[in-house]
């Protein structure tokens, strides 16, 4: 009989969920932390959890076979220091709805100028001048899986163009335009520049003053997607320089973000604490679920991550 070892702080919720699903031949255990008894540990040959709770487990589970993280990002579990001898998937194709939601929350603030406005009502002021619209300006995608396609349909219920950036991923209808190599080309082209690309090798620094320098001054930047994509020192130039008109951020290469970074203060930043798209519950077991299926008929899994590429 198999078993699985779960790690979360919500780890009741997701234990309820999966014996509701009347899993074949599947017993539980569930913990909210990475204090587990070696006797247990021993026995797990499944563990869904949080990476920063699985990687300091893995020298004591014996029998482990597959590892279904809660979340997409997989870092923790990819340093060369660390076992790789069993399958590692992660949670997709459950974020797009709630990551479009994030960016397009921030979209609209900015075009209808939500904080002008109540600004001037503080003041008492009348202003009718227009705002501006979503409508023909150009979102500019770094990486189009299933997030990014998620974002490019909201895009254009919205009349925007669509351009996406790629090495990869080519199958969402909605993106316009596809680009593959030349990044300072594509970031010209833009009015919101939207990074949802994971960290792997690759993107490291990928967005550095070259990127920023090449936007219009107009421009928007949101990351969504990992922290270390960006040259935190040229991004805060960009913004403090009026390079470009303002950022929005829900990843930093350092989380929490440290007290004494300048990010806290840059002007025209916009701060969120990687909150974008959270796992749930309700939508993670679902990801297990479905593979447990396919696990127990000894098929391949949903979602594998190659330890090489990071993703």
Same mark, same amino acid.
């Given at each position: 009989?198999?078993?699985? +070892?779960? +790690? ?30 070696? =006797? ?18 893995? !020298?004591?589970?014996? =029998? ?15 340093? !060369? ?28 603030? *900015?075009?209808?100028? #939500?904080? =002008? *406005? ?15 619209? +979503?409508?023909?300006?150009? #979102? ?13 349909? @909201? ?10 950036? @790629? ?11 596809? *680009? ?19 960290? @792997? !090798? ?36 960009? +913004?403090?320089?009026? =390079?470009?008109?303002?950022? &929005?951020?829900? &990843? ?31 939508? #993670? ?27």
């Amino acid at each position: 009989m198999p078993k699985l +070892l779960i +790690l979360s702080d919500r780890a009741e919720q997701y234990e309820n969920l999966i014996q509701a699903a009347k899993l074949p031949n599947l017993e539980i255990f569930a913990f909210k932390n990475a204090d587990v008894k070696a =006797k247990i540990a021993n026995q797990c040959e499944i563990v869904l959890g949080y990476p920063s709770l699985i990687r300091d487990l893995l !020298p004591s589970l014996a =029998k482990l076979r597959w590892v279904q993280t809660l979340s997409a990002g997989v870092e923790l579990l990819l340093l !060369p220091s660390l076992r790789r001898d069993y399958v590692l998937t992660n949670a997709r194709g459950v974020f797009g709805e709630l990551m479009a939601e994030y960016v397009f929350g921030y979209l609209l603030f *900015h075009e209808r100028q #939500i904080f =002008k *406005h109540h600004q001037l009502q503080a003041k008492k002021s009348w202003d009718g001048s227009d705002t501006g619209s +979503l409508r023909d300006k150009t #979102i500019g995608l770094l990486g189009v899986g299933s997030i990014g396609a998620h974002v490019a349909k @909201t895009a254009k219920h919205f009349g925007m163009i669509v351009h996406g950036y @790629t090495r990869s991923s080519q199958s969402s209808p909605d993106v316009d335009v596809y *680009h593959h190599d030349d990044l300072i080309e594509f970031a010209c082209g833009v009015d919101y520049l939207v990074n949802i690309f994971p960290n @792997t !090798p690759e993107t490291q620094k990928l967005l550095d003053a070259s990127v920023f320098d090449a936007l219009p001054k107009t421009a928007i930047f949101i990351n969504v997607g990992r922290g270390s994509a960006v040259d935190d020192e040229a991004l805060q130039a960009a +913004l403090e320089q009026e =390079k470009i008109a303002g950022a &929005v951020l829900d &990843v930093f290469d350092k989380e929490p973000l440290p007290k004494e970074h300048p990010f806290w203060t840059t002007p025209n930043l916009w701060i969120t604490f990687h909150t974008a798209a959270p796992s749930l519950p309700k939508d #993670i077991s679902q990801v297990f679920i479905e593979n447990y299926h396919r696990y127990i008929k000894d098929e391949a899994l949903n979602y594998q991550v190659d330890f090489e590429r990071g993703y």
